[in-house]
């Protein structure tokens, strides 16, 4: 079995590599032998938020969390409050939403797909 990127299989002039996989027995494969470069351990990490609609949503959501902790207080109001008030749960609710708006725009202006619509395309060019 021979897995690569769906451009491989759409475009005979395409760059990307592809593996060579053997089955082992209950769905389960040996990688073989790869050619070139192209994967790497970070490249798992950097393609992790498009594997599923679920995995995008959290990377959304954690960004807006981190966003929202490291606002200073101060711009919010009186220097004086706490760390955790309703005014940075509003915050949080309204960062959640605009990175929400801006993934979602992201997606659809660049035609996206999650990797298991793009592995079970019928498509050919």
Same mark, same amino acid.
């Given at each position: 079995? !021979?897995?690569?990127?769906?451009?491989?299989?759409?475009?005979? +002039?395409?760059? &990307? +590599?592809?593996?060579?996989? &053997?089955? !082992? #027995?209950?769905?389960?494969?040996?990688? /073989? +032998?790869?050619? #070139?470069?192209?994967?790497?351990?970070?490249?798992?990490?950097?393609?992790?938020?498009?594997?599923?609609?679920?995995?995008?949503?959290?990377? /959304?959501?954690?960004?807006?969390?981190?966003?929202? /902790? $490291?606002?200073?207080?101060?711009?919010?109001?009186?220097?004086?409050?706490?760390?955790?008030?309703?005014?940075?749960?509003?915050?949080? =609710?309204?960062?959640?939403?605009?990175?929400?708006?801006?993934?979602? $725009? #992201?997606?659809?202006? =660049?035609?996206?797909?999650?990797?298991r619509e793009a592995w079970n395309s019928r498509h050919f060019n």
């Amino acid at each position: 079995m !021979i897995m690569a990127p769906s451009a491989r299989f759409r475009l005979c +002039d395409s760059e &990307v +590599d592809p593996l060579l996989f &053997v089955p !082992i #027995g209950q769905d389960r494969y040996y990688l /073989v +032998d790869r050619w #070139g470069t192209d994967l790497s351990p970070w490249r798992a990490l950097l393609y992790w938020p498009v594997r599923g609609p679920l995995h995008l949503a959290s990377l /959304v959501v954690l960004f807006a969390i981190l966003c929202t /902790v $490291f606002m200073p207080t101060q711009w919010m109001g009186d220097a004086s409050m706490s760390l955790f008030n309703p005014q940075r749960a509003l915050l949080l =609710f309204w960062t959640v939403m605009v990175f929400s708006g801006f993934t979602l $725009f #992201g997606w659809f202006a =660049f035609f996206g797909q999650f990797s298991r619509e793009a592995w079970n395309s019928r498509h050919f060019n």
